[in-house]
């Protein structure tokens, strides 16, 4: 087979949470160049408007809608228009995401004992219910075509313990790749397939920029063998990969895409 035809996603219809920059942005990119028709769903309107309108500079049919991931009710409407809007719904990236400050290996702040509850509880709603509430939407509508993709972005951080990040991160990140378990388990008789990517250090916005801090990006280097920090070109392969029929077999898998730091 072909590689067209093994990553062919042309005509799919894809919702992404934090669509606006950074790594939900990467995975827009990939599928509208490959055909997809896109719904981005972002905090940040400015930054929104500005990614919608560079997709559809290059010909891509392309949805907007501005809203918090923690505002539930608003995130599933989002899901159900897009839904109503074309019809259909092949894959949601269940990626938006926040820091939850630095880790106890970087700061005081983020030792055990100094962590602020009302950030924990913000973390969670943004890192983790939101990551529910987006596959929930998604649910009944892959349930009626009997198909569908659902992939999370979760981190190294919540493979293994990073003490640069924090405890609200690794927490939220460790919890979404086990829910991603138990779907792909429950929805696999309608040939949802459910997978999550658990990235290392990328350069994007994440943490109000911590890796433009050369001292903090040089610690960041140096957890992986190769001794350097993605870029976002690097992260669409595998997104296309896992949004396309080449991965028809792959469900429930947590997939690191790290520059090898999962084996130091
Ligand atoms: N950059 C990395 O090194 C890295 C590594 C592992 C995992 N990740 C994960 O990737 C995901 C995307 O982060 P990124 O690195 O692309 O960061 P980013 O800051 O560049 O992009 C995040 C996007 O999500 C949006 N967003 C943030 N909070 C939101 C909210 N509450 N509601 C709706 N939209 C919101 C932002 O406006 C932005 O457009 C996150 O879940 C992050 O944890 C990133």
Known sequence: MKAQQLFDVQGDVTFITGGARGMGQAFAEVMAANGARIALYDIDGPALEEAAAALRATGAEVITTQGDVADSAALRAAVDATVAHWGKLDSVFANAGMSAGRGYALSEAGRLEAVDL???????????????????????????????????????????????????????KSAIAHIVRHAALELAPWNILVNCVAPGAFR????????NDPAIAKIFEDMSPLKRIASLEE?????????????????????????????I
């Open 118 to 172: 009302a950030t924990w509880e913000r973390v969670l709603q943004v890192n983790l219910t939101s990551v529910m509430v987006t596959m929930q939407a998604a649910t009944p509508h892959m349930k009626a075509q009997k198909s569908g993709r659902m992939i999370v972005n979760s981190s190294v951080g919540g493979l293994r313990v990073e003490p640069q990040v924090g405890y609200g991160y690794s927490a939220t």
């Open 204 to 211: 994007t916005n994440l943490g109000s920029g911590r890796l």
């Open 235 to 263: 992260f669409k392969g595998l997104m296309l990969l896992l949004a396309s029929p080449a991965s028809s077999f792959m469900t429930g898998t947590v997939i690191p895409i790290d520059g090898g730091a999962m084996v």
